[in-house]
């Protein structure tokens, strides 16, 4: 009876969550603070987007549609596809506003909240923006999934 429970339990959490439908796609980035590139995500807050076109594509990797790199108000980095979930389309892309609180969908108008790193929408769009991964050491910072 336990074991019907906690799969009943298990099976509810799961309807409550939306897949998000940005595809995986590789995404590897190594950024250095100190370059030209890169430098002006030093400041706080501030946003890099980095697309096929600012890439290495030899080593480097951005995704569906490219990455968007946010040094957020809460002083930690986070980076989110540059694809507007709700489109899903690696050609609607997300744009930061110039005061780095949201980024906005310039098809559908969903603002998803970057200044504190949740990507949560506010608009038509239900899904958040698809998160990766940021490691930081030093002035490098790895992006990945």
Do not use: Q, W
């Amino acid at each position: 009876m336990k074991r019907y429970i906690l799969l009943l339990c298990m099976l509810m959490a799961a309807c409550g969550e939306l897949e998000n439908p940005i595809p995986n796609y590789p995404v590897h980035l190594e950024l250095d603070l100190t370059t030209y590139r890169d430098r002006t995500l030093r400041d706080v807050p501030s946003s890099r987007a980095y697309t096929v076109k600012d890439i290495n594509i030899n080593i480097e990797r951005v995704g569906f549609g490219g990455v968007l790199v946010v040094h957020a108000t809460d002083g930690l980095f986070y980076a989110f596809d540059l694809a507007c979930p709700h489109e899903a389309n690696r050609n609607t892309l997300i744009e930061a506003d110039e005061n780095i609180l949201n980024a906005i969908c310039p098809k559908c108008g969903t603002k998803y909240d970057i200044a504190f790193g949740s990507g949560a929408p506010n608009g038509v769009s239900k899904n958040y923006l698809k998160r990766y991964t940021i490691v930081e050491a030093g002035t490098r910072l790895t992006v990945s999934n």
